[in-house]
């Protein structure tokens, strides 16, 4: 059974002639609330003013800037190899998808090609990164509605892909793993076998979420038909991502404009109808089925000899020619990219960051958080999952 | 003669040894109560550990045995040493009045909880009622605390909380009534003995939808997952008590427990046959441990431990639900089904049908 939420319009304030809602805070009727930046429902360090009727959400203003460190300012007056402790920083999830743009974009600039056992790492790489990603994300999404149970168990099953990130690039979080020309190591021995380990407890501890959180009553009712985007809205608000496979739009960068290693893998980007919260959580959930199966195809395909670097010159004294370019791919949240300008100098004329979370923690939530409950703005915060140290990079 | 404390009690005047028996009794009551309420939240933090794949509380403890048992002390004496801030522009008569409220609703109801036939420190006639309005009087601590906080989330919290104990109320009410119509009474300590047998000569199975109402209602009443919208964490912080801090928000915390002790105290009473035990003809032939298959108190306090732990199962594994949700379900579920239960009710009581009903009234 889907249920819409269909409040009374007539208690609304009008728009004025420029547009604006009359809210006229005097009355008594309307309350001022301020959720963030220090605040359990949301998803880091942005906030959300909200003007309430009742319990009622009549209009929603985002605030960003309370983490704004100045990444892509940085990076102006860094070498080239100096930005790499830098990018994986701006989106702390997934700071994999970070290093491969930064990368790509600096290896096409430069005319150098990465090896293809290299590629193969990489894919491999952002791969996990998005698994990690995806169960980060579904406990949050069931911890916005109070749900404290799936969080563990998925922070448990995300431990152990953090085990086999250390085993493979020595970090757990930020991995700086791959470079310009390549990646720095290739598999170690024994990496496969742990690889499958871990990814039967991940599929058991998916199973166990499916079963206590998407069948769960009370979860359904506060999900479904909830956070609702028109699938007009995907291409003007730039939704990208799952959230845009939720409202049943093919949007994959993956396919449309396959990069490093995927057209030689066999995949379906999961698409979703409903486009509420419970759509965007279970397109997430089959999308990280599909990255599992996509890890086990890539260990059964890789090459195990071959070069892992491409040659390149002293990073200290490294002049990239003038040029600039884009390189997108698809991170667990949307599309990511970089524009990268160089000016033939040492350093990186400009960098920019398109971020998913951009588009829709800013424009799209001012959108959809009118005519919710107060209830419901931290689920739907997270069903859109964004993270604000990536929105101000 | 010598002045032995024996004397000295049978030479004070009768009322006050009369109100030294009360207070005695009280202290009785209290002191296991407040205990309980202790290792409660021990309980609740290590269930909802295991639960979760984790440990829980297990550092702090001494004598070397079960790490982690001392942590509801270790607790309370941060409570009691922490600031206790007041806010900017709060009331505060009201704001110290609000938790006191509270707590005097959750521990007032013992007064008329029997433990045992006989062993009841009120044994009054109209005890459900007594039950039904100092139950409803926690609901004003809430709303005390959330107007006098001076805040914005506490206010809301406030509101959430009023409109959903009235709600839970009436329904709650409706299922006492199913209990006051079976039993004939109002007194406690009658409606047990009415359920006088087996498991199946207890109320949970003639009355059984209301049993389940009354149960939820009560985890709805005591502000508890998935009815938590009071203090909702990711939508309204900590609702009512998020100016409190040290004790006041302790004695907050107290009453929350005390009061979830007794719904469930009270549910093992009206619906599961308090201290009657399950083998009820059996117990009188085992040996050795025939005195504990009886009836006795041991009986209550595991039904009442069956459903506490009810209560940390459920907030361990739903999420919470929306404030209108909560309504809807109050409104346009409960109240119906115990009014059409009820009716079921007076029939069988009417027609005496065995073996609940066939007693004389």
Do not use: Q
């Given at each position: 059974m889907s249920y819409h939420f269909q409040p009374d319009r007539s208690q609304y304030p009008q728009k004025k002639a420029d547009g604006t809602l009359d809210i006229d805070l005097a009355s008594g009727k309307y309350l001022k609330l301020w959720q963030g930046p220090q605040h359990p429902g949301i998803t880091g360090n942005m906030s959300v003013e909200l003007t309430v009727c009742g319990d009622e959400v009549v209009e929603g203003k985002t605030h960003v800037g309370?983490?704004?460190?100045?990444f892509e300012k940085l990076m102006e007056r860094r070498t080239f190899i100096q930005c790499f402790p830098i990018v994986c920083r701006v989106c702390v999830p997934e700071p994999d998808f970070n290093e491969y743009c930064y990368a790509a974009a600096v290896e096409e600039l430069a005319g150098i090609e990465s090896p293809e056992r290299a590629n193969w790492i990489r894919t491999l790489i952002l791969e996990m990164g998005r698994i990690n990603s995806y169960l980060m994300y579904l406990g949050g999404q069931a911890g916005s509605f109070g749900m404290g149970v799936i969080g563990q168990w998925t922070t448990y099953a995300r431990d152990l892909m953090l085990d086999r990130f250390e085993e493979l690039t020595g970090a757990r979080i930020y991995h700086m793993f791959i470079l310009p020309g390549g990646v720095r190591d290739g598999l170690p021995e024994g990496f496969e076998k742990r690889m499958e380990e871990t990814l039967l407890e991940i599929e058991s501890t998916l199973g166990d979420v499916y079963d206590v959180m998407f069948c769960n009553a009370v979860f359904k009712k506060r999900a479904v038909g909830v956070g609702f985007i028109d699938p007009e809205l995907i291409d003007p608000y730039g939704v990208t991502g799952p959230n845009a496979r939720a409202a049943g739009v093919a949007s994959d960068v993956r396919k449309d404009q396959p990069y490093l290693v995927y057209p030689e893998l066999d995949f379906e980007p999961v698409i979703g109808q409903d486009s509420d919260i419970y759509a965007r959580a279970d397109v997430r959930r089959r999308d990280t089925l599909v990255s599992i199966d996509l890890v086990r195809q890539m260990l059964a395909k890789m090459p195990r000899t071959g070069p892992l670097m491409a040659k390149i010159p002293n990073v200290l004294h490294w002049k990239i020619p003038r040029g600039e370019t884009y390189i997108r791919g698809e991170c667990s949240r949307g599309e990511y990219g970089y524009y990268l300008v160089t000016d033939g100098s040492g350093y990186p004329r400009r960098v920019n960051v398109r971020g998913p979370s951009y588009t829709h923690a800013v424009a799209l939530l001012e959108r959809l958080i009118v005519n919710l409950d107060i209830a419901d703005v931290a689920g739907l915060m997270v069903s859109l999952h964004t993270y604000p140290p990536e929105i101000e990079r | 003669m010598p002045e032995t404390p024996l004397t000295l009690w049978a030479s004070l005047p009768e009322p006050l040894v009369t109100v030294l028996v009360i207070l005695f009794k009280i202290t009785l009551i209290l002191v296991p109560l407040l205990l309980s309420v202790a290792y409660l939240t021990l309980a609740e933090r290590k269930i909802i550990g295991w639960i979760q794949v984790r440990m829980g509380p297990n550092r702090v403890g001494f004598f070397g045995v079960a790490k982690g048992w001392a942590q509801p002390i270790a607790d309370l004496v941060k409570m009691l040493m922490k600031e206790f801030i007041w806010p900017r522009k709060a009331n505060r008569f009201l704001f110290v009045l609000a938790p006191i409220i509270a707590l005097t609703a959750a521990v007032g109801a013992?007064?008329?909880?029997?433990?045992?036939?006989?062993?009841?420190l009120a044994d009054v006639n109209a005890g459900l009622l007594y039950i039904l309005a100092i139950t409803s009087l926690g609901v004003y601590g809430i709303i005390i605390a959330g107007w006098a906080s001076n805040s914005k989330y506490a206010l809301l919290g406030a509101m959430r909380s009023a409109a959903q104990i009235i709600a839970y109320e009436i329904a709650m009410g409706f299922a006492l009534v199913g209990v006051l119509l079976a039993a004939g009474s109002l007194n406690l300590r009658e409606i047990v003995l009415a359920q006088q047998g087996g498991v199946i000569d207890w109320f949970w199975l003639p009355l059984f939808p209301l049993f389940v109402i009354y149960f939820i209602s009560g985890v709805a009443e005591t502000n508890r997952a998935p009815f938590d919208v009071a203090e909702g964490e990711s939508e309204i912080v900590a609702g009512f008590h998020v100016e409190y801090s040290g004790m006041g928000f302790a004695v907050f915390f107290l009453a929350e427990y005390a009061a979830m002790i007794l719904i469930a105290a009270l549910t093992a009473l009206m619906f599961l046959g308090g201290w009657y035990s399950p083998f009820p003809d059996t117990a009188t032939e085992t040996p050795m441990i025939g005195v504990l298959l009886g009836p006795g108190i041991h009986w209550l306090v595991l039904k009442t431990a069956f459903f506490l732990f009810l209560y940390l199962w459920f907030r361990a594994t739903f999420p919470r639900y929306r404030y209108d949700q909560i309504m809807r379900l109050g409104w346009k579920v409960f109240i119906p089904v115990t009014i059409v239960w009820l009716l079921v009710v007076a029939v069988a009581v009417m027609g005496e049908v065995p073996p609940w009903f066939n007693h004389p009234l």
């Open positions: 309370y983490l704004h460190r100045g | 013992w007064a008329v909880i029997p433990f045992d036939d006989g062993l009841v």
